[in-house]
C-alpha cells in the first residue's frame, strides 16, 4: 500500500466545498484512495460523509492510501489538492 501524508491547507479543512472538490478528485482517479486521520481507521475518499464525519481542521495532517497501478499518481494529485487553501480558489475549478 503506497501513501503520502499532507498537511490541510484549506481555511475550513475538509469541510463543505474543499471537501466536495477533493472527493470529486478522488472518485476521478482510476484506483481507489482512502483517507486517515491520526490512529483513526482509514475512509473512503470518494464518500463525502465519511470524509466530513473525519472533522479535519486546516493544519490537520492526513495520510492518504492507494493500491493499484495508478496508486503514485493518484496519491500525488490527491495530495497537491488538499495541501491548497481551496477556500481561497472560490472562483476557479480546482
Known sequence: ??????????????????????????????????????????VDARSILAVLAQRVKQGTEVTLEADGENADAALDALAALLARNLDEEAGTDA
Do not use: Y
Open 1 to 42: 500500500m503506497l501513501q503520502r501524508t499532507v498537511v490541510v491547507g484549506s481555511t475550513s479543512g475538509l469541510h463543505a466545498r474543499p471537501a466536495a472538490l477533493f472527493v470529486k478528485a478522488a472518485s476521478a482517479q482510476a484506483t481507489p484512495v482512502r483517507l486517515r486521520v491520526g490512529e483513526r481507521p482509514s
